[in-house]
């Protein structure tokens, strides 16, 4: 079985569409990550990861209906696929299992 592969921003991003559920487009997943993270991320850098991850595989997405507060434009709404949960739990696993593997004195000198 392959194993996903996710940078660390794409894990953000696949994350924060996760957690918008079907409010998830470019404005809000960037909005959440800003707040979320308190990184200052640009809205073209967020825009290029969700196609990247609609590509892979991991997220899907269809167009809303269009608004007069956007001038009548769109929003495409994105979700996340079956590949795109596993990947984030697998990722978790490996995490989980690395974060695991510290040795307790590592963990003291980084005040924990």
Not at 66 to 79: D, I, L, N, S, W
């Amino acid at each position: 079985m392959k194993r996903a592969f996710l940078g660390e921003f794409e894990e953000v991003v696949l994350l924060t569409v996760a957690i918008l559920d079907e409010g998830a487009y470019g404005v809000t997943v960037t909005q959440e990550i800003e707040q979320k993270t308190g990184r200052a991320v640009g809205f073209s850098t967020v825009h290029t990861t969700l196609q990247r991850l609609q590509e892979k595989g991991f997220l899907a997405s269809e167009m809303g209906g269009a608004t007069a507060e956007r001038g009548g434009r769109r929003k495409r709404f994105f979700v996340v696929t079956a590949a795109g949960r596993k990947a984030l739990a697998e990722v978790k696993q490996v995490r989980e299992q690395l974060w695991n593997a510290l040795p307790p004195q590592t963990l003291q000198l980084m005040g924990g």
